[in-house]
């Protein structure tokens, strides 16, 4: 992600064409309920930028679509990562500026690597087996401070899906993102 935009283009009459569109809040969101983590508060710098809702290239900006879709499709719980709340803060703005209920959120911790970086695709994680899909869940499950049944080796996976959609206790979600060396297979 690039710097704090500074608004040095925002009273000049610049053309549309080429042009990225931002959007100038009179009503930054400074902090958020979080289900899981509580009240978060915003980075104020990054509130107060006016951050793009159109981009140069024609394309409509993440977080706009997100919310414009989101609504439309009357999503009223949102359960993510934690690299995720500072979109979080940009998207409730949006909410708010369109007059729209505002989903609830959840932010997960993340799995991380040695080095810090979250495990995804995008940071050249090795990719779960798909071969073993129940050892995974129970490793994901464990991961999230969740329980396992003590015969759990012996369900199947869609027994072990079902008893811990029933059992799910998201006091146990742990509220720090961790190393999951243990998720080597």
Not at 7 to 20: E, F, I, T, Y
Not at 37 to 59: K, N, W
Not at 99 to 127: I, T, V
Request: charge should be negative.
């Amino acid at each position: 992600m690039g710097g704090i935009y500074d608004g040095h283009c925002r009273d000049l009459q610049l053309p549309a064409q080429g042009a990225s569109v931002r959007l100038h809040l009179s009503q930054p969101v400074y902090r958020f309920q979080d289900r899981h983590l509580g009240q978060l508060f915003a980075d104020t710098e990054r509130a107060h930028e006016d951050f793009i809702i159109h981009r140069r290239d024609g394309l409509f900006a993440y977080n706009l679509a997100v919310v414009v879709d989101d609504h439309f499709q009357g999503v009223t719980e949102i359960v993510r990562g934690a690299d995720l709340i500072q979109p979080t803060v940009q998207q409730i703005a949006l909410y708010r500026h369109l007059g729209w209920p505002e989903p609830c959120y959840f932010h997960l911790p993340l799995a991380l690597d040695a080095e810090g970086h979250k495990l995804s695709k995008q940071n050249h994680a090795q990719p779960l087996p798909d071969n073993a899909p129940l050892p995974v869940l129970a490793k994901a499950l464990a991961f999230l401070g969740q329980a396992l049944p003590p015969d759990w080796q012996d369900a199947t996976l869609h027994t072990l899906l079902e008893w811990s959609i029933k059992h799910w206790d998201s006091d146990r979600v742990p509220r720090q993102s961790a190393l999951a060396s243990h998720f080597s297979f």
